[in-house]
């Protein structure tokens, strides 16, 4: 992936979307079959308990998945072609293991496990500033066909 290419899809990952922006969730990094989004939680990111809803969990989860579907991926010695299109989430299961509190900062780390031609499975773990373990996510994702608009 070129330097050019990997700013576009940071910015698109960041930008593109108001419930990202609104939600303060921002595309950090990109590698091959893996994103990483991150996330401090505010005060409207919590539940009643005051740590973080399992809402932006998931979101933040599903948005890492989705955004790693864009990379390229390696396939034994050779990389995949880059699929620069929207992806949509099919299935997704959560386990919700530990909580974080405001000013948490939420690291998702999304990969691919395997794409075929239309489906894309991945995996994404999300920890707290000290690595600490807090939910994992295993999606199952569209890919539609219909290019980015980058």
Same mark, same amino acid.
């Given at each position: 992936?070129?330097?050019?290419? #990997?700013? #576009?899809?940071?910015?698109? /990952?960041? #930008?593109?979307?108001?419930?990202? !922006? ?20 505010? &005060?409207? *990111? ?5 740590? $973080? ?5 998931? $979101? ?5 998945? /989705?955004? @790693?579907?864009?990379? &390229? +991926? ?9 699929? +620069?299109? !929207? ?12 909580? @974080? ?10 990969? !691919?496990?395997?794409?075929? #031609? *239309? ?20 999606? !199952? ?10």
């Amino acid at each position: 992936m070129t330097n050019e290419l #990997k700013e #576009k899809l940071l910015a698109y /990952g960041t #930008k593109a979307e108001p419930f990202t !922006v609104h939600n303060h969730i921002r595309v950090t990094d990109l590698q091959d079959g893996e994103a990483r989004v991150e996330l401090t939680l505010q &005060p409207e *990111s919590l539940n009643r308990w005051g740590t $973080a809803h399992g809402g932006i969990l998931f $979101a933040l989860a599903d948005i890492a998945a /989705g955004t @790693a579907t864009r990379t &390229p +991926q390696e396939h034994g010695k050779a990389i995949l072609t880059l699929r +620069q299109e !929207v992806c949509l989430t099919v299935n997704a299961s959560i386990d919700f293991l530990d909580a @974080a509190g405001l000013g948490s900062t939420l690291i998702a780390v999304g990969h !691919v496990d395997r794409m075929g #031609k *239309s489906l894309c499975f991945c995996h994404t773990d999300i920890t707290d500033e000290t690595g600490r373990l807090l939910a994992t996510l295993r999606t !199952v994702m569209d890919l539609t066909g219909r290019p980015l608009e980058l």
